[in-house]
T-cell receptor, first 118, second 109 residues
Framework: GAGVSQSPSNKVTEKGKDVELRCDPI?????LYWYRQSLGQGLEFLIY????????KSGLPSDRFSAERTGGSVSTLTIQRTQQEDSAVYLC????????????????FGPGTRLTVL | GQSLEQPSEVTAVEGAIVQINCTYQ??????LSWYQQHDGGAPTFLSY????GLEETGRFSSFLSRSDSYGYLLLQELQMKDSASYFC??????????FGQGTTLQVKP
C-alpha cells in the first residue's frame, strides 16, 4: 500500500514569507507526527496528533509554527515569517495506534520536505 | 523533560560486531526504539523494547534495562550497507517519541 507522502519535496523561499508543508499519512493511521532535522543532526520533535485528542504542541519552537490535521488524515505544517534558521528537512511520520502493540506503535516516515530560507 | 545520549560516531570493519549505547532520562517511559537512516533517506524502524532484555531481529539485536535507563543496539556481521545513522528514541505513555542525536556508523572494508 501507499506510504507516507509529503509535498513539496523541496521548497526554497525568501526570509519573511509564509510556507505550508503537507503530509498525507498512511490510510487508517490514527497518529501523525512532525519532526525537524537540520543537516547532520537528530530529529527534533515538533507536534503530535493522536485521534481526536488535542495535539501535543510542546515541540513547536515559536508561535510562527502551527499545524493542523483535517478529518483525522492530512496534516499541514505552516511556518509564518520564515527565518534562515528554519532551513531544515521537515519529516512527517504516522503510526497505526500508539501504545497498543509494537506493530501498531511503529512510526513510518515520509521522504521529508527540504526547506531552504534565503 | 526527556533526554537521550548516544555516541556521535562509531567505526567498524565488515564482518565485525558493533554496539551502540543509549542512555535516557524521561518521565512516563513506555519503550525504547531504534531507527536507521541512510544519507538522504527517511528513518526506518529497526527494533523496539518495552521490557527488560534482548530482542533479536536477524543480524540486529536490541537490549533494554529499565532500572538503568539504558539500552543498546547490537549489529552483527556488519555489511557495507549498514553504514548509516542510528537513532534511539524514547516513547512516553502519551505516545510521543523523542529521538536522540543519532550515531553515525561507518563500516570499512
Amino acid at each position: 500500500g501507499a506510504g507516507v507522502s509529503q509535498s513539496p519535496s523541496n521548497k526554497v523561499t525568501e526570509k519573511g514569507k509564509d510556507v505550508e508543508l503537507r503530509c498525507d499519512p498512511i490510510s487508517g493511521h490514527t497518529a501523525l507526527y512532525w519532526y525537524r532535522q537540520s543537516l547532520g543532526q537528530g530529529l527534533e520533535f515538533l507536534i503530535y496528533f493522536q485521534g481526536n485528542s488535542a495535539p501535543d504542541k510542546s515541540g513547536l519552537p515559536s508561535d510562527r509554527f502551527s499545524a493542523e490535521r483535517t478529518g483525522g488524515s492530512v496534516s499541514t505544517l505552516t511556518i509564518q515569517r520564515t527565518q534562515q534558521e528554519d532551513s531544515a528537512v521537515y519529516l512527517c511520520a504516522s503510526s497505526l495506534a500508539p501504545l497498543v502493540a509494537v506493530s501498531t506503535d511503529t512510526q513510518y516516515f515520509g521522504p521529508g520536505t527540504r526547506l531552504t530560507v534565503l | 523533560g526527556q533526554s537521550l545520549e548516544q555516541p556521535s560516531e562509531v567505526t567498524a570493519v565488515e564482518g565485525a560486531i558493533v554496539q551502540i549505547n543509549c542512555t535516557y532520562q524521561t518521565s512516563g517511559f513506555y519503550g525504547l526504539s531504534w531507527y536507521q537512516q541512510h544519507d538522504g533517506g527517511a528513518p526506518t524502524f529497526l527494533s523496539y523494547n518495552a521490557l527488560d532484555g534482548l530482542e533479536e531481529t536477524g543480524r540486529f539485536s536490541s537490549f533494554l534495562s529499565r532500572s538503568d535507563s539504558y539500552g543498546y543496539l547490537l549489529l552483527q556481521e556488519l555489511q557495507m550497507k549498514d553504514s548509516a545513522s542510528y537513532f534511539c528514541a524514547v516513547s512516553s505513555n502519551t505516545g510521543k517519541l523523542i529521538f536522540g542525536q543519532g550515531t553515525t556508523l561507518q563500516v570499512k572494508p
